[in-house]
């Protein structure tokens, strides 16, 4: 067994100095040499105890008493926490007219198939067990489109959030939250309205849910998908070349200029020429005051450019009316994954989630902030299939999570699709070209990265001893049996809390132990303990203990309550 | 088409002829003759419109627009109704001390095998992509129990709920509520206590949740499987036949007794003579009273029989403290389906769910009452898997909804199980035999038909035109532009109201007609509309017009309040 714990300690050592150099932005051989070094050593530790690699347990005749990979099952305290953030989103949507809707888990195979590029090979199916093929979804946007499209008259116009789980086959780093198995949340406006209405307020949305949240600082940078087609069309990118040119510049958040024109250039055989000039412009960055500087460009004589400014001005000036446009940043190096971006789109990135240095020195995917172990889901805000582009393989050997989804501080993120929809109800009227493209529902929405609220919720929990979501239950009133058990009294007096709406619990013993009482109290910081005892009963008393300094002035003896006053005496204090 | 619209006139009307014929309790030649009827029909009707049958539906080129089969989508009027029931659950189980987990959507397969006897093969599987074979979960039972071996030390003793989907393979029947995704909401109480004490407070609790629910008189039935096996022993049942007489004794409140002995006899070879002592006990029902008869009997000799009397002995005086005595009936018919229970099993069935003529004519299964077209899910009370036995087929060809499975207006129901932890912990311990059975943790809990609540409420809430359940949001104001659109001023007025925590719209246009901002208060039945006009701005007030008679006394004109008293007006009539 020495030499066990010895090659654990040893890995450990490793990976930790794998992060380390990661942290300091290494070279990829000297990273590359101590994971070769961290491979070793679990070989070695898998002979020496005798256990197969990773997966590979719980063959051999036992039962593997675990969830599949890339899962975790959520513990009490946990879900307090994700109940808590649940609510308060829920709350905030509903403030702003939203209702909710609830779609199946699996969707038909072919609703989702064309809709994720590349990574539609993330997505799960359901085995061939005779009847309809079926997919897990794979987020909540294509789901909605689907729903609209079979309602278009009943819900031309919805105002709807989603909460629910997404599956993606990805290859999971628990430490980093990317899973298998995750929440998304989704509010999305549809309908025909006029221009930025319901774009401001979904931003508006935004602002407040991100502030009730208590996540701290953060930051919405916008940009506008016609603003940026137009750059790319006055610096001269051939037409076919513009989404991977706009791929390119969204990673402006991550690397420096000269990574992003080389790839234009090499990878992508852009014109050098061509890529200065959009260096030029998707370096700006700043309010409302970065639109009349465009206006003084060659962008002014660009149709798509004009629209897009103009939406920018208008979306500008309702954002004034709702305070929040100190919040925002004009950003055009934002470019955003998904394809069916028309309009305005959007990423909120906080100070919480952004990896250390985020603000002085670039950040390299390694400099993903360390997260607790238990940390649930992807931090990948919901809207944005993730788009693989440059990848790393970090110290266990899995391949590095994909910046390009979870957005360096990313904490939400979406924008306006105005054609999805119609490309159901295209699909679905047997179509094929675009000649008899159906009219569509125009949407925008923005998806709330939850596991990452929760990360980050989760980490100020843990340095906050008080924090009621370090509770596993709500439990306000227990009731202890000082002697001869009282079995009967107890459950007599917890119904009458029941009935009263009051949360209260009694050991279900006949004859329980004093300090085992009290040892539940204080593990679950019940805040009040009720005494029974023969003379309590006797005298149509109980005593009361408040715990947890919650009325320090009370002396440790406990209050002598009348019994029939209880129930108002607590509800007073509860 | 007039050939068509013939042709669907017809198929409507050989199926309810088939229906009537079923309810009125037809020969099953009778029923067959139409069934074969309505077949014919169907394919003539796929031949005139050249439409493919069911679910060849969608092919050709064309995307099939729908969910997939035995699935359904949510609308927001049917999930404010859902998140009600949900929320009023919850609140109980809370109060309880209950604390909830989250388990994944898919577990590996091998946890799931040989948990579900034939029924086995109603389990959704993954396709095997690569990794680990995983299956949907079925119930929330055995999740719950693997999560139980899991952590067996952290959670040695927890009050859980967990309210979530789980997903069935069967043949769905959209019209009875039998789907293949459908919610489970189970309660259950684990852990080592004294005697009958979490038992009690299990019936405590199903008895406030459908009280609170208000889904009307209840009646919950409640046994002894340490008694029904006393009784087999007793009456001289073969110890290898026990469980399956036990499963024809379950049949006792859907058949007359004639019927469940002849396949006691006929079908599973059960001497008459132990058939007809079996009957003396198993019609019996009543109350606490029932035990003092019973203990007159031979049983009193049987040490498993004493044992469950005593268990119910004890059980009645707790329930007479929570003054829920009254609800219960001791029937010795009640059986259960699941092999698994191990001390008490009940059942809950209420006067609504009941089958039309319930208490007086043996209820047939087409007898099941006609729910809504949208009704979701099975009504099947969830710890209980079906166990198939007897089936028919109904009009549309499909196989008749398992009585056994849904119960006749059962809608809820559960029971010890005090080895299912254990299985799962000598499972993993690689034990084969039993000479090496883990100790394991007991198990008490019940399981709510939520399915079944909701179509109950949702036939309610239909006979109520207040109900707030019509209503798809929760929006209390709408801020209406009396001229001139105003949208800054209405945004400005809106946004003051969203930071009050007033649930407030206004329309997304710049200048919207008067009539459709009143379309929508009257569709959405907001109670109060605030009039915005140029005169009102210049005097810094506004008009509310309070909608839906909450206010009758006030005039049409509505009332004029100071624009910065608005909100304390708001908030003292909200």
């Given at each position: 067994m020495a030499d066990i714990d010895a090659l654990r300690a040893k890995m450990k050592t490793i990976g930790d100095h794998v992060r380390t150099l990661k942290a300091q932005g290494a070279s990829k051989e000297e990273v590359d040499a101590q994971v070769a070094k961290l491979q070793e050593?679990?070989?070695?530790?898998?002979?020496?105890?005798?256990?197969?690699?990773?997966?590979?347990?719980?063959?051999?005749?036992?039962?593997?008493?675990?969830?599949?990979?890339?899962?975790?099952?959520?513990?009490?305290?946990?879900?307090?926490?994700?109940?808590?953030?649940?609510?308060?989103?829920?709350?905030?949507?509903?403030?702003?007219?939203?209702?909710?809707?609830?779609?199946?888990?699996?969707?038909?195979?072919?609703?989702?198939?064309?809709?994720?590029?590349?990574?539609?090979?993330?997505?799960?199916?359901l085995q061939d067990q005779g009847g309809e093929l079926c997919s897990l979804r794979y987020d909540l946007t294509v789901?909605?489109?689907?729903?609209?499209?079979?309602?278009?008259?009943?819900?031309?116009?919805?105002?709807?959030?989603?909460?629910?789980?997404?599956?993606?086959?990805?290859?999971?780093?628990?430490?980093?939250?990317?899973?298998?198995?995750?929440?998304?949340?989704?509010?999305?406006?549809?309908?025909?309205?006029?221009?930025?209405?319901?774009?401001?307020?979904?931003?508006?949305?935004?602002?407040?849910?991100?502030?009730?949240?208590?996540?701290?600082?953060?930051?919405?940078?916008?940009?506008?998908?016609?603003?940026?087609d137009g750059i790319f069309a006055v610096c001269g990118v051939p037409a076919e070349k513009i989404r991977t040119i706009s791929s390119a510049v969204d990673k402006l958040d991550k690397l420096p200029w000269g990574e992003v024109r080389k790839e234009m250039t090499e990878?992508?055989?852009?014109?050098?020429?061509?890529?200065?000039?959009?260096?030029?412009?998707?370096?700006?960055?700043?309010?409302?005051?970065?639109?009349?500087?465009?206006?003084?460009?060659?962008?002014?004589?660009?149709?798509m450019a004009k629209q897009g400014m103009d939406d920018m001005e208008l979306l500008f000036t309702y954002l004034d009316v709702f305070g929040i446009s100190e919040k925002m940043s004009f950003d055009l190096s934002l470019a955003r994954g998904l394809d069916y971006y028309t309009g305005i789109i959007y990423e909120v990135v906080t100070q919480a989630s952004a990896p250390p240095g985020f603000s002085t020195i670039p950040p390299v995917p390694s400099a993903e902030p360390q997260t607790n172990g238990t940390l649930p889901g992807p931090s990948a805000p919901s809207a944005k299939p993730p788009k693989k582009s440059k990848k790393d393989k970090d110290a266990e050997g899995e391949e590095e999570v994909d910046e390009s989804t979870v957005g360096v501080g990313s904490i939400a993120a979406g924008g306006r699709y105005d054609e999805l929809v119609g490309m159901f109800l295209t699909a679905a009227s047997g179509a094929s070209g675009s000649s008899k493209k159906a009219a569509g529902i125009p949407c925008v929405g923005i998806s709330v990265g939850v596991e990452r609220v929760f990360s980050i919720l989760n980490q100020k929990a843990k340095h906050d001893e008080e924090s009621r979501w370090g509770r596993s239950k709500e439990t306000e009133v227990f009731i202890v049996a000082v002697a001869e058990g009282l079995l009967p009294e107890r459950m007599k007096l917890a119904k009458e809390l029941w009935d009263a709406g009051i949360k209260a619990e009694y050991m279900h013993k006949a004859k329980p132990k004093f300090r085992a009482q009290f040892d539940i109290i204080d593990k679950e910081r019940v805040p009040f303990a009720v005494l029974l005892g023969p003379d309590e009963l006797k005298n149509g008393i109980v005593k009361v203990k408040v715990q947890k300094g919650k009325d320090e002035s009370k002396d440790d003896e406990g209050e002598i309550v009348k019994r029939d006053e209880l129930v108002s005496w607590l509800k007073e204090r509860l």
């Open positions: 050593a679990k070989k070695e530790l898998a002979e020496a105890t005798g256990e197969p690699l990773g997966e590979e347990k719980g063959k051999k005749g036992r039962m593997a008493l675990k969830t599949p990979k890339g899962t975790r099952d959520w513990a009490p305290a946990d879900m307090a926490l994700r109940e808590h953030i649940f609510s308060t989103l829920s709350r905030v949507f509903k403030r702003h007219g939203g209702s909710t809707i609830d779609t199946p888990v699996f969707e038909l195979k072919e609703i989702l198939a064309g809709k994720y590029g590349e990574d539609s090979k993330l997505i799960y199916d789901p909605f489109a689907r729903f609209l499209a079979m309602n278009p008259t009943q819900y031309s116009n919805i105002k709807r959030y989603h909460i629910a789980k997404v599956y993606r086959r990805d290859q999971p780093v628990m430490t980093k939250g990317r899973m298998r198995e995750f929440y998304q949340c989704d509010f999305d406006i549809a309908g025909h309205y006029d221009s930025m209405v319901p774009d401001a307020e979904i931003l508006c949305i935004v602002c407040e849910a991100l502030t009730e949240l208590e996540i701290g600082d953060f930051t919405v940078k916008i940009n506008h998908r016609k603003i940026l990878e992508k055989g852009l014109d050098p020429e061509v890529a200065d000039r959009i260096g030029k412009y998707v370096m700006l960055k700043g309010g409302p005051e970065l639109l009349d500087r465009l206006k003084k460009t060659e962008l002014a004589n660009n149709k």
